[in-house]
Structure formats: C-alpha cells, structure tokens
C-alpha cells in the first residue's frame, strides 16, 4: 500500500544545531507539505511543493528550507535550531491532479530543542 | 489571507449523545472545506468534507452544513462512540490539490462511556 513515513519520529537537539526531518511518500503525489503543530494554533504550514525543484513558502517559514529533488521526498531542515521550534511537524502530501483537496498525512516527528 | 477560527477547543459529551463543531472562515474565495481527525500519536485524517456548491453532506454518523452566506461551516456527530474521541479539525482552502489549506485550532472530543 502506498503510503507517507517521517523519520526521525522523536528527536532531541540542542539550540544552535542543524537538523534535518525526512519526509518519504509512495503515492506519487506532486503536492508535498510540511506542517508543524502547537496547542492552541492547530496546524501551520510552512514550506510546500507543487513538483520536483519547486519549494515556497507557507505562512510559518523562518528559520525553516525544504528541498525536491525527486518527487517522493521533501527533507525539512532548520538551519540553527531555536527552542520556538519545539513542535510535532507533520509532513502531507495530495494529488494535485484530482479535484479533491485531501492531505494525506504521516505519522509526526516530534521535535524538541533544548 | 484566509484565517479560519474553530470552536469549542474541549467537548465532552456522553455516549449515545451528539456532538457539534463549529468553524468560521474569512475569506470568501475559499470554496473546499475539509474536517480532519487526528487519533493519539497519529497524523490527521480526512473524516469528511463539502465544496461550497453544497450546502450539506451526510456520512454514516457525521454529517457537515455550511453557510457560504455567513461564513460558517459546522461538523455534526450523532450516537457517538468512545471511539470518537480524537482531536477534530477544519480547514479551508480556495484551491483544489491541497494548496494552502489552512486549519483551525482544533477541537479535543471526549466521549464518556
């Protein structure tokens, strides 16, 4: 079965740090999306993709860059980690073929910076 | 851009009894409204959604009414079940694909058995 998988699932850093989530899809989507969700404001998006070598902003995106160069990954990476960015980031992917709008979500990383 | 506020962000109810969400949205371009559900340590999934050509859907247990007019879309769910507990969300977007979809907050159901 298709299906979307994240990596790490639970990660600890240090502020300052460099770290990467991995985002992998098998559904052969063109669309991929890095959410991050906090108490109280639901889900943020931050970076997306409509295709391999395209990446734009969402509405949370400093201190954020994502990166397509295939269509079934999107890596998230924070360039210098900051304690604002303790959250659970969840990656989507839809088909932006169809006429549905529906995300297929993986299961979470949770991310926590000391 | 588009801001969509859901409430209650808690709802306890009993079993057997219903349970109702309600969003409101605020751009009138948005035209796709989704509700997702997202169970203890697992991401979100869509549980039911409407376009704005139409005013009401119905699945099973759950059904959701917009109101294009005032802005509101709600989500209803009749004898619900523990099994429903879960954190629910809304979201709108104007485009199809997935695109910029922005969510609510989200809304923590209990269902006491």
């Known amino acids: 079965d298709a299906e979307i998988t994240q990596s790490p699932r639970h990660k600890i850093t240090e502020t300052g740090r460099q770290v990467t989530l991995a985002c992998h899809q098998t559904?052969?989507?063109?669309?991929m999306f890095w959410y991050r969700q906090d108490l109280g404001h639901g889900l943020r998006l931050i970076h997306y993709?409509?295709?391999?070598?395209?990446?734009n902003k969402g509405e949370v995106s400093d201190g954020y860059s994502v990166s397509r160069s295939n269509t079934e990954d999107l890596p998230l990476t924070l360039e210098s980690a900051a304690s604002s960015q303790t959250s659970v980031y969840f990656c989507?992917?839809?088909?932006?073929?169809?006429?549905?709008?529906?995300?297929?979500f993986g299961e979470g990383s949770r991310l926590t910076v000391l | 851009g588009e801001n969509v506020e859901q409430h209650p962000s808690t709802l306890s109810v009993q079993e057997g009894d219903s349970a109702v969400i309600k969003c409101t949205y605020s751009?009138?371009?948005?035209?796709?409204f989704p509700w997702y559900k997202q169970e203890l340590g697992k991401g979100p999934q869509l549980i039911i959604d409407i376009r704005s050509n139409v005013g009401e859907k119905k699945d099973q247990r759950i059904a959701v009414t917009l109101n294009k007019t005032a802005k509101h879309f709600s989500l209803h769910i009749t004898e619900t079940q523990p099994e429903d507990s879960a954190v629910y969300f809304c979201a709108a977007t104007p485009y199809t694909g997935g695109f910029k979809t922005i969510f609510g907050a989200g809304t923590r159901l209990f269902v006491k058995a």
């Open positions: 751009d009138s371009a948005s035209n796709y």
């Open positions: 559904w052969n989507h063109n669309n």
């Open positions: 993709s409509y295709g391999v070598q395209d990446t």
């Open positions: 989507a992917s839809s088909d932006g073929r169809g006429q549905t709008g529906e995300l297929f």
